[in-house]
């Protein structure tokens, strides 16, 4: 969770999952963010708070959700 609170402010925003992919390199689209968001995000505040994070990493499908969502050429590899 701290990872992806990159401001760490408590919560994950948009705003912190666009500085992460920016970090790592990446260049993930507005709508991949908003999915990653919106998948765990159970009080559609526009916020992922801890508590939220746990329900959907504890979820058997979150993982292979995350990872479709950031295989945008679906070729099974998530490359940089």
Known sequence: FSV????????????????????????????????????????????VTFDEFCICMNSGLSVRFVFNIIDQDRDGNISQ
């Open 4 to 47: 992806m609170d990159y401001d760490k402010d408590g919560v994950i925003t948009k705003l912190d999952l666009q500085n992460l992919y920016l970090e790592l390199g990446e260049d993930a689209s507005d709508q991949t963010i908003e999915d990653l968001i919106a998948f765990a995000d159970k009080t559609k505040d526009g916020r």
